[in-house]
């Protein structure tokens, strides 16, 4: 009995050994992960962002490195109003000197409005979330607006009513149109804007086909914020389209990034009469919206240069917590809210197997469903966007991949034809 005794106390004894080993090297695993998945330091954002800059690598395309490292100079926190202030301090700058040589030397007063512009925008990135973050935004849509000046077709501000607010949108159309033409409805991400989308889009226009750019539902200058049913507003936009006698109503396609591909992917399911077809840069579907991945592949997500989860929350109403997000996410699944599925417009579906910011599931997830053939552009090497440095930069899918796609999708049936 008494070895029995012992024996059974020996074996209870081993049990809690094993079980304190376990939940000491869990609590490592999870001390480990959470050390992995933390932010950067200021210094570590300081030296990715002179490495993305030197390599042209989002979000700092089109920055000169030079003026990246000015900035960070005066920057020694990860305060965001002294981020702001750094960038602003070096924008500031080329945004007097254009504005000195407008009348004398319009070549390079564009030019100086350009630069001034992706620093102000940097000097908000990933969202205006302090006051100094709100000015270095808005300087940069004065600083947009003063190099816009300069386009021939011209830019148009559009403000479309919408309910007891306006949407704001930038339409440019080409230029010696003989009759209605097609039109791109673009639609930003979550740190972009549509700034960034009417200059990218510029690229179409030779094509005969316009663009519509427009801030996605939580971000830039939106009326409203993320929910369950804030495609709302991009059909209010539709609407707005349709009143223009200048725009084919019949050859409209959008196309989104990112969050903005979310709202495509939706479009082309809700609005698919409307549609020609929806062009859609990595759009989450699923998983994304699941607490694992938010847990997992969100926080402290270093593809994303800093501050991913935080920009997240803030493009909903109320969201101030990882938790509060955790349960909201779940809610714009479109699983969840049974979209998948039902017929939906062609679609140009872009994405990278290596991209840590939206699963590649939820991709796979998307071509399987539907009513219409769909054309996929899958990067094996790819990260978010189906980006590759060096290999597959932003511009050259933008160029070689979407606006192709876009031109080919909304000619018209005569020109079809014709082929």
């Not at 908000?124 to 006051?131: D, E, H, Y």
């Not at 707005?240 to 495509?264: F, L, Q």
Request: glycine content about 6%; aromatic content about 8%.
């Amino acid at each position: 009995m008494s070895t029995s005794l012992s024996g059974r106390h020996r074996s209870s004894s081993f049990v809690w050994s094993l079980a304190i080993s376990l939940a000491l090297i869990f609590s490592l695993s999870i001390a480990c992960l959470a050390q992995q998945r933390a932010e950067r330091t200021i210094d570590e954002i300081k030296t990715e962002a002179v490495h993305r800059a030197e390599v042209g690598q989002y979000p700092l395309i089109g920055l000169d490195p030079t003026d990246v490292k000015e900035a960070f100079k005066s920057i020694h926190t990860r305060d965001k109003d002294a981020w702001a202030a750094g960038f602003m301090g070096v924008a500031d700058g080329y945004m007097n000197e254009a504005k000195s040589l407008e009348k004398t030397d319009t070549a390079k007063a564009n030019a100086d409005y350009i630069r001034a512009w992706r620093i102000y925008s940097f000097g908000r990135w990933p969202i205006p979330a302090s006051p100094g973050k709100q000015r270095s935004y808005e300087k940069a849509i004065e600083a947009f607006l003063a190099h816009a000046r300069f386009w021939d077709p011209p830019l148009e501000i559009v403000k479309i009513p919408f309910e007891e607010k306006e949407i704001i949108g930038y339409l440019r159309l080409p230029k010696n149109a003989t009759g209605p033409v097609p039109l791109v409805l673009a639609v930003n991400g979550l740190d972009s804007r549509k700034e960034d989308l009417a200059e990218s889009f510029s690229a179409i226009l030779p094509f005969g086909v316009g663009y519509l750019a427009v801030d996605g539902p939580g971000t830039g200058q939106n009326p409203i914020k993320v929910s369950e049913n804030a495609e709302r507003m991009l059909s209010r936009v539709l609407d707005y389209i349709a009143t223009r006698p200048e725009i084919d109503k019949n050859r409209v396609a959008i196309h989104g990034v990112s969050w903005g591909a979310y709202w495509a992917t939706k479009m082309a399911i809700v609005e698919r009469a409307r549609l020609r077809g929806a062009s859609a840069q990595s759009p989450p579907t699923d998983k994304f919206f699941q607490k694992e991945f938010l847990m997992n592949s969100l926080i402290g997500n270093r593809e994303y240069l800093f501050d991913q989860v935080p920009a997240l929350m803030a493009i909903f109403d109320n969201v101030k917590t990882v938790d509060e997000m955790a349960e909201i996410l779940p809610k714009m699944s479109l699983v969840k809210q049974g979209l998948l599925g039902k017929p939906m417009a062609p679609m140009l579906i872009l994405a990278g197997v290596l991209d840590t910011q939206v699963p590649i599931d939820d991709i796979y997830l998307l071509l399987d469903k539907g009513d219409v053939p769909k054309t996929a552009w899958i990067n094996p090497q790819g990260g978010h966007l189906g980006r590759q440095v060096g290999v597959w930069p932003d511009p050259r899918i933008f160029k070689e991949v979407i606006i192709p796609w876009l031109v080919r999708t909304l000619e018209s049936e005569s020109a079809k034809e014709s082929h």
